[in-house]
């Protein structure tokens, strides 16, 4: 399952989680915790790197539409 945004982007069920978390306020620190507590089996340093990818490529999504505008 994904969540769309205006057909900017698509997010899958990670990645809607956390833009629901960032709209919360959340921080990369945050979401790296949020992510050990919602997914058995992740490590801290997978976690960390997992919201840093998402992070960087919802920034240049945000770029390239800014862009476009």
């Known amino acids: 399952?994904?969540?769309?945004f205006n057909g900017?982007?698509?997010l899958n069920d990670t990645g809607a989680f956390y833009?629901?978390?960032l709209?919360?306020?959340s921080s990369?620190?945050?979401l790296t915790a949020k992510t050990l507590e919602r997914y058995?089996?992740?490590?801290?340093?997978?976690?960390?790197?997992?919201v840093?990818?998402?992070?960087?490529s919802i920034e240049v999504?945000?770029?390239h539409a800014a862009s476009n505008d």
């Not at 399952?1 to 769309?4: D, Q, T, W």
């Open 1 to 4: 399952a994904s969540k769309s």
């Open 8 to 10: 900017m982007i698509r």
């Open 19 to 21: 833009w629901k978390e």
């Open 23 to 25: 709209e919360k306020g």
């Open 28 to 30: 990369e620190d945050d």
């Open 40 to 50: 058995e089996g992740v490590d801290q340093e997978t976690a960390r790197r997992d």
């Open 52 to 56: 840093r990818e998402f992070l960087q």
């Open 61 to 63: 999504a945000l770029e």
